[in-house]
């Protein structure tokens, strides 16, 4: 839907001066100072705030989020296949919807500045393709407020649990825009299976491809390298991504600039959320001044994995600087950058950005400047989805849930 004619007087633009943006036909139609515009236009007054891009969220789960339920305690124990097998219990006992726990998570996510989500939906023999069609059905119903793009997600293993592969393929074949992996070596000791079943898939279904990689150290390192080797072989340059990829903040710098090379030649982009409690990441500022795409997102907000993430994306920034060390002002836009435009590029968004020309998908913040706005990550004044006001001081505007 193509909102109304908009003109936001006196913003601040990312990197530029003050500037009046009109907004028709759902895009930034102009830029510039002292713009008018018709009697029936309607205005917003900026007051000064900051005009940013909408918030891409490119690593979310939004499919099993506990948002909107009542305060379930974390009880997981410390270790990933732990988790794997706390999640499953908890899922099997609550039978949510994927449908409506997707549409209460997107609403906060619109609220707080997101116009774009990537998100990796569970698909396994616990579930068959019954949350891909739950976040489907979500989509459908919202697909006027937010932008959404699925990875096929084997959460428990694909070797280890045979029929996941095929429901893989059934995910993508019923719309799931990307094929996803796990831990190829840590969760399924079996890499080269793993990894020449999903490429296999990419390749003959045509779909990019995002691998969770927790697995630290040299058996991380290896797995990115067999990555490489198969993006390579199958032509697959710049449609791979690797999320988590922690083993990068592990590794002896000569080890680790072979990884940035690996990534650099195949075009692999890293996802990095900034995790807590002492895990190593990937060091952004190393990784974005070589080159290498970097993107980033809430990973599980509320869920059977985390009760720490809240879903806006600004604060995901500001996290990410905080655990880097990005204290001066490119470090903070770096951050931003992979909040918006860095996620963004992943999901091929072309119209996306603060051009004419561009989607009106605009997030208005009380901030200076992209750096401040970062560092204390306020609320967004407005949100708006292809030149809608959607969100207003922290609220969405949607329609109600039934
Ligand atoms: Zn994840």
């Known amino acids: 839907m193509k909102g109304p004619e908009l003109l936001i007087q ?11 943006l009109l907004v028709r036909g759902g895009r930034i139609a102009a830029l510039g100072t002292g713009l008018d515009a018709g009697p029936d236009t309607e205005r917003i007054d900026a007051a000064g705030c900051l005009a940013l891009p909408g918030y891409v ?18 009880q997981a124990g410390p270790t990933l296949l732990d988790r794997i097998e706390n999640e499953r219990r908890v ?13 209460r998570l997107l609403r906060h996510m619109v609220a707080r500045g997101t116009t774009h989500v990537r998100t990796h939906v569970d698909v396994g023999l616990d579930m068959g393709l019954a949350y891909l069609h739950g976040v489907q059905a979500m989509h459908a119903a919202h697909s006027e407020f937010i932008d959404l793009e699925i990875v096929a997600f084997p959460q428990t293993g694909v070797m280890i649990r045979p029929g996941t592969l095929d429901l893989l393929d059934q995910a993508v074949l019923a719309g799931a825009q990307v094929i996803g992996g796990i831990d190829p070596i840590g969760v399924d000791q079996d890499p080269k299976g793993q990894l020449n079943a999903i490429f296999a898939i990419a390749e003959r279904r045509g779909c990019g491809i995002d691998i969770h990689l927790h697995d630290r150290g040299e058996t991380g390192a290896m797995t990115i390298a067999m990555i490489a080797e198969r993006t390579r072989t199958l032509g697959l ?6 999320s988590h990829a922690f083993c990068l903040g592990g590794l002896e710098p000569e080890r680790l600039e072979q990884m940035i090379e690996l990534l650099l030649d195949n075009d692999i982009a890293i996802m990095s959320h900034g995790p807590v409690g002492g895990i ?59 909040a918006t435009y860095g996620g963004a590029q992943l999901m091929g968004a072309q119209d996306y950005g603060l051009e004419v020309g561009c989607a009106a998908d605009l997030v208005l913040v009380p901030a200076e400047c992209a750096a401040e706005a970062v560092a204390l990550h306020p609320r967004p ?22």
């Open 237 to 242: 340059k710049g449609r791979v991504a690797i």
């Open 10 to 20: 006196g913003a601040r633009l990312w990197g530029g001066p003050r500037a009046d």
């Open 381 to 402: 004044r407005w949100v708006l989805k292809r030149g809608r006001v959607v969100a207003r001081d922290g609220r969405d505007l949607l329609p109600p849930l039934d």
């Open 280 to 338: 190593p990441f990937p060091p952004v500022r190393l990784l974005a001044e070589r080159g290498v795409r970097l993107f980033t997102g809430s990973d599980g907000v509320r869920d059977c994995w985390s009760p720490l993430n809240t879903g806006d994306m600004l604060e995901r920034a500001y996290l990410i600087a905080y655990l880097n060390g990005l204290r001066d002002d490119p470090g903070l836009e770096l951050a931003l950058r992979m």
């Open 57 to 74: 969220d490119a690593h979310a789960h939004v499919d099993k989020t506990l948002w909107g339920l009542p305060w379930q305690p974390h």
């Open 91 to 103: 899922m099997k006992e609550l039978r949510l919807s994927s449908e409506l726990q997707s549409a």
